[in-house]
């Protein structure tokens, strides 16, 4: 079985794929691709993982500077227990709806933050060049 690392035109890393024969790969996005075998890696994709784990911190970072893990997992439960109200036919009061608003809106933030992360990763953004 050999191993081969699948590049795309850029030279970014894509995946690793196992295989007996030649990689018969085609990606949806139609990127014109080259299988390397692993013992003969350029330093290129090593760096695009570091990119893309640069990213990930500083993504992480502007998450927690929003709501810290623990304010998160308040919320999740806090959201959770206004949801299972409402299921139960329960109306919510004024102040319940001002706090599941005001949870809906950090959220809204963080998904933005994680979305423009995942484009970053995707799309080949310079760690430099990612602001979230």
Known sequence: MKSYVIIDSNGYYKKTVFTHGDPAIQLETGDSIT????????????????????????????????????????????????????????ALTSAEQAESDAIKAIWVQIEGIRAASNQAETNGIPVDQFNP
């Open 35 to 90: 299988a390397t075998p692993i013992d003969q890696l350029p330093v290129k994709p090593l760096d695009n993982i570091t990119r893309i784990h640069e990213i990930k911190r500083k993504a992480s970072d502007a998450i927690v500077k929003i709501a810290p893990e623990w304010k998160q997992r308040n919320m999740i439960a806090r959201g959770l227990e206004l949801t299972n109200k409402i299921a139960t036919g329960a």
